[in-house]
C-alpha cells in the first residue's frame, strides 16, 4: 500500500511539473530599445539641459500588461508585458530621443552647472491605444518651458502608426509615434533657444 502511494505522488508531480513546462514563458517589450545612444554620451558637451519629469498616461493601460483594442473591445494580455509600466516606458524613450535630436542631457533629479539654461517639458499621454494588425497611437498633450521663466509653450502631438499583425510589430509602432512626439519637442526647444518663444511644431496643434 505504501509503494502504491508513494507512486501516486510521483505521478501527481510529474503531472505537475509537465502542466507548469506547458505554459507559454511570459514575453517582455521595451520602447526603448532601438532608441540608439544619446548624444551626449559621446564625450561631447551638451547642446542643450533639458529635463522630462514623469510622464502620466490613461489610467486603463497604466499597467505592466499591454491592453490591445480590437473591434472596440480592450483584453489585457497576460503573458505579453512592458519591461516597465507604460508612463516609465515612454518617458524613458522620449528622454532618447529628444537627447539625441538635440545633443542635450536629461538633468532631472540631477544638479546642473551654475547659470546653465534648462528646459523642462512635460507631458499628458492621453490615449495610448493598440490595434494589432492596425495601428500604434500616441496621442499627447505637452508643454516646454525654460526653467525660472513664466512662458511656457503647449501643444499637442497626435501620431498614429499603421502596423502589421504581431506584438513586435505593435510595439515598433509605438516606438515611431513616440519618435514623432520627440521630434516635435526638439523642434520646440531650438525655437524657444533661438528666439525666446516659439509657436507649436507644423506637425503638432
Known sequence: MTYRLYGLA????????????????????SLATGMGTPAAKSGAAPAYFIEIPAVTVPQQVARKQLVVTTDGRMDMLEQDLWTSPPAAEIGQALSQVVTNDLGAVDVFRTPTPEGATVYRISTNVQRFESAPGKYALLDAVWSVRQVGSPKVLTCRTVASETVSDGNEALVAGHRRAVARLGADIATAVRGLAANGSAACPASAS
Open 10 to 29: 510521483i505521478a501527481a508531480v510529474a503531472a505537475a511539473l509537465a502542466g507548469c513546462s506547458s505554459t507559454p514563458p511570459d514575453r517582455f517589450y
